[in-house]
């Protein structure tokens, strides 16, 4: 996989001309062919939900053994995009339409609810954080089922909150990546960085997140801070002395 330390066999060891990451790469699409040949193989490809995505984005401190973050900013461990967009592709025939793409917001921990969803399955009468999402795997794009997207960060650090096209950044510290990167599996060193005061951003138009837009969209930062106050008084945020919140629960046991 394309973690730190990077591997591959030997089948894939300098083919890609790009390197050991390059061989990775190579050898992941293989290895998704070889799951798609498989499925094929057994007759249930039309009959399965096939999925590929990541959990987050690129180490870029290690600069030739990391991946892109695709001019998104920063990366892994990060609150900003780099560090929490990342590709979701799905094909699911007879229905989720081939070739489309939808901008609405969505999220990993959507997956189980939307699985049970499909399959009348039956979650537990405790409270989740994920959403059904099937509406938007099989093309309603109108509809938009999740409204948010909170960005806890390490033991419960609000750094920010998405609606819609608006992302309002709350100050926090975080470890940036706008120095020289490492090489060859050695990491290069990170910068402890401030963000002081809180920032908003036109996720549609600036998904770089280059232009801090809040002096122009006072009323966005007010309706984005309704939703900052509810998880906080909810869930709790540590950026604000706030330990714990009302809903917040023990982690689970088996």
């Not at 609606?163 to 060193?189: C, D, I, R």
Request: charged share 25%; glycine share 12%; with cysteine.
């Amino acid at each position: 996989m394309a973690h730190i330390p990077l591997g591959v066999s030997d089948k894939f060891r300098g083919k890609s001309e790009q390197g050991l990451y390059g061989d990775v790469m190579m050898e992941i699409d293989w290895s998704v062919g070889e799951i798609d040949k498989a499925l094929k193989t057994n007759g249930i490809a039309d009959n399965t939900i096939f999925i590929f995505t990541t959990d987050n984005g690129p180490w870029l401190n290690f600069g030739n053994h990391a991946g892109s973050s695709g001019g998104l900013r920063e990366g892994k461990t990060t609150s900003w995009e780099g560090g929490q967009r990342v590709p979701f592709i799905i094909r699911w025939p007879g229905n989720t339409p081939e070739g489309t793409v939808t901008h609405k917001l969505a999220c990993a921990v959507d997956l189980l609810p939307t699985f049970a969803a499909i399959t009348n399955g039956k979650l537990s009468n405790h409270k989740i954080d994920g959403v059904d999402i099937s509406s938007l795997w099989k093309g309603k794009f109108s509809e938009t089922p999740r409204n948010t997207i909170l960005y806890y960060h390490g033991k419960n650090n609000l750094n920010g909150v998405r609606k819609g096209n608006w992302k309002l950044v709350l100050p926090h510290t975080y470890a940036s990546y706008n120095t020289e990167p490492g090489n060859n599996g050695n990491g290069g060193k990170r910068i402890k960085t401030v963000v002081e005061e809180p920032e908003l951003y036109d996720m549609m138009r600036d998904p770089g997140e280059r232009f801090n837009v809040i002096a122009y969209y006072p009323e966005k930062v007010k309706e984005l801070m309704l939703e900052v106050n509810k998880a906080r008084k909810e869930l709790g945020d540590l950026n604000v002395g706030i330990e714990k919140g009302t809903e917040n629960r023990e982690i689970g046991k088996l």
